[in-house]
């Protein structure tokens, strides 16, 4: 059995795992590296994300690359998040062999459609469609030169996707993202492959809690939106209790929740804290105004939380409708809150998700599946 090498392009440092992009790229790293693939990771190295030994378990070898913060990657006409990405340095390193590479991410694109690398198997692994989540920060961000930097970077976005006729493969996070990429990219092979994670196995305690969770990395704008609509809109004449926790919430949020009496703010939780928060919350109610790509904490808080209360944008595609309970305003939503405090959540609610979840988004059968695809 001869040896199968890939090279991995990280948008990002993948560890630790603490966020949705990157999420993905490192459990595929070790479900990958459980099946025999011998990686060559390259990863953009992005302020605060550190160099980790723990990468060097799974892979052959792992390359930092700086990413180029500048006034020369923000004039480009390619888009910033993947201009400030080239490195000479990465394309001499994907020109020693002649392996697969894997491009993490529109982000990590750069040199997809470059010459020297006409003749590769090339693969994109898409997260979003790119364009519109930016023009959905565009959207929802307050500070005037975010929503700026937003709506260029979103025409930007659109006109670069264009490079993806180069890839020979793609794979894509979510059905309804699948359903858009064939209709544009018409003589390329597209393939729903849903996202790897960290669960394992179903974890949940059945019973009851006495609080509502939601979660995220609140210093993005999507999240910080959801955050306020959720206090303003929904809890302030709720009885209930609800948790916000995540990752550098802004001001206005922390303002917001200290003015609410049933509502508890809970700044960078340790991974920890927020597994034990996720597990022993009554209901985890995740919205979101952006239905593109998968949201991964809606993977975890199915394999680990009790009732899952969501709106439709949240599910996009994902299979998984059936296993979470539905709500598309603050009157649906409301109402749907007030019915499942009145609920127990049963151990045959437990076996339904086990079934479900195994048979979509087993980590070992996707990365079969991947491995099929590229090799």
Do not use: W
């Amino acid at each position: 059995m001869f040896d199968r090498h890939v090279h991995i392009i990280s948008f990002d440092v993948p560890y630790p795992p603490n966020y949705g992009g990157v999420i993905d790229v490192f459990y595929k790293l070790k479900a990958l590296h459980e099946n025999g693939i011998k990686i060559h990771l390259h990863c953009i190295e992005y302020p605060g994300r550190n160099r980790s030994d723990e990468l060097n378990k799974y892979c052959e070898e792992v390359h930092y690359y700086p990413r180029k913060m500048g006034i020369f990657s923000a004039m480009s006409f390619k888009p910033y998040i993947v201009s400030s990405r080239r490195s000479k340095n990465l394309l001499n390193n994907l020109l020693k062999d002649n392996h697969p590479i894997i491009f993490e991410g529109l982000h990590s694109c750069y040199y997809l459609p470059h010459k020297k690398l006409r003749n590769r198997k090339k693969i994109y692994r898409e997260s979003n469609i790119e364009h519109r989540y930016y023009y959905n920060l565009f959207k929802v961000d307050r500070d005037i030169r975010h929503k700026i930097y937003f709506l260029c970077a979103s025409l930007k976005l659109r006109l670069y996707q264009k490079v993806l006729h180069h890839a020979n493969l793609m794979l894509v996070v979510s059905q309804k993202d699948t359903i858009y990429l064939k209709k544009h990219f018409k003589n390329n092979k597209v393939f729903y492959l849903p996202s790897f994670h960290p669960s394992s196995e179903v974890s949940i305690q059945p019973g009851k809690g006495d609080y509502v969770l939601y979660h995220g990395n609140i210093e993005v704008p999507e999240n910080a939106h959801a955050a306020e609509f959720l206090m303003h809109d929904i809890f302030s004449d709720l009885p209930m209790r609800l948790i916000i926790a995540g990752m550098n919430p802004p001001d206005h949020i922390k303002r917001q929740a200290e003015k609410m009496p049933n509502v508890e703010l809970i700044e960078n939780p340790e991974d920890d804290t927020m597994f034990r928060l996720i597990k022993e919350a009554h209901v985890n109610i995740l919205v979101t105004f952006q239905a593109t790509g998968l949201k991964l904490k809606l993977l975890n808080t199915l394999y680990n939380g009790r009732f899952c209360l969501v709106n439709d944008k949240m599910l996009n595609g994902t299979k998984l409708d059936e296993l979470c309970i539905i709500g598309n305003n603050v009157e649906e939503l409301k109402a749907r809150l007030n019915e499942l405090f009145n609920q127990e959540f049963k151990d045959e609610e437990v076996s339904v998700r086990e079934k479900v979840l195994q048979d979509l988004y087993s980590n070992q059968a996707n990365a079969e599946r991947l491995i099929e695809l590229v090799f």
